[in-house]
């Protein structure tokens, strides 16, 4: 069974940095290509960054230069490390793999 968990979120301020993780289990995990979603208030659900097995990163334009997302295969865990946060980043933010998701993780921006 597949699952995964995240954590890390909280409330921030502007320009301030969180560290999300997330744990997976049930499938091969150093094989795979992990993503993390984000969905605000309203709005769609988008991608935010992606990993592949290869370690390649791909980021979307609000985020590149911001947001750093890892792996670590031993821990079977990905990260997303978020600096200069905005407020405009407030949404809660998930982890995926392939039609797996986590259950989010609310990541607020605010002063």
């Known amino acids: 069974q597949v699952q995964l968990v995240e954590s890390g979120g909280g409330l921030v301020q502007p320009g301030g940095s969180l560290r999300l993780s997330c744990a997976a289990s049930?499938?091969?995990?150093?094989?795979?290509?992990m993503n993390w979603y984000r969905q605000a208030p309203g709005k769609q659900r988008e991608l935010v960054a992606e990993i592949t097995r290869g370690g390649n990163t791909n980021y979307a334009a609000s985020v590149k230069g911001r947001f750093t997302i890892s792996k670590d295969n031993a821990k079977n865990t990905v990260y997303l490390q978020m600096n200069s946060l905005k407020v405009e980043d407030t949404a809660v933010y998930y982890c995926?793999?392939?039609?797996?998701w986590g259950q989010g993780t609310q990541v607020t921006v605010s002063s």
């Open positions: 995926n793999w392939e039609k797996s």
């Open positions: 049930g499938f091969i995990f150093q094989l795979n290509v």
